[in-house]
């Protein structure tokens, strides 16, 4: 299908827009309480530990340590692009929650957390980071074993952020959500311009 990025980044910046008027009438609390119920169930030293851990992948410093290695090893344009889509990921979220004001979740967090909660920025980050070098996996690597064995990874690596956020008590189910659709609105957008930038060579 012609565009079909372009039309991907429209369904799922609709979906955003939905969870995004759901947020301002405080219309996900039953939502959100349902799925808090169900992740925090599962805490035990054991995911206490997997989650505290896994969530450091969306932090600032890891995301900055990734994007760097990546350019270093590629020295391509897509690393640039990486590097880009990371700082936009960045300023849209910030803009948004700054726009939204919504306050974390009051309960037992097992980490500090400061700023607001609409919507997740780790879920944002793991989208254009992670989602990024998904998409280069799946179009860029010929060994198939090799390129579901990292494109598995990265999924796994971007599902167990947006879980993380959750259970270790910093956002709600609905601020999640709205990341993963914010960032893949703008992901698949970006993708699709990206494919008509080319870099002179030297």
């Given amino acids: 299908m012609k565009n079909k990025n372009i039309l991907l980044s429209i369904v799922f910046g609709l979906l955003f827009v939905v969870i995004l008027i759901l947020v301002v009438f405080s219309k996900t609390t039953s939502f959100d309480q349902v799925i808090y119920d169900i992740i925090i ?13 896994i969530t450091k992948f969306g932090n600032t410093i890891m995301i900055v340590l990734i994007v ?35 306050e974390r979740p009051q309960g ?18 793991s989208i254009c980071v992670y989602g990024y070098l998904l998409y280069l996996a799946i179009t860029k690597i ?41 960032a893949l609105c703008y992901l698949f957008l970006f993708i699709e311009i990206s494919k008509k930038v080319h870099f002179k060579k030297g």
Avoid at 108 to 121: A, N, T, V
Wanted: proline share 2%.
């Fill in 108 to 125: 037992l967090r097992l980490i500090s957390q400061g700023g607001y909660s609409f919507p997740s920025g780790h879920a944002m980050m």
């Fill in 41 to 53: 169930s599962l805490r035990s030293p054991f995911f206490d530990t997997f989650f505290t851990t």
């Fill in 142 to 182: 010929k060994n198939k074993v090799l390129k579901y064995g990292v494109s598995i990874l990265l999924f796994l690596v971007i599902l167990s952020i947006g879980v993380s956020r959750i259970y270790v008590g910093v956002h709600y189910a609905s601020d999640v959500l709205a990341g993963y659709f914010l």
């Fill in 68 to 102: 760097s290695m990546f350019i270093l090893m590629t020295r391509n344009r897509y690393g640039v692009f990486l590097a880009i889509c990371a700082v936009d990921s960045v300023i849209l979220n910030t803009l948004v929650k700054l726009a939204v004001t919504r």
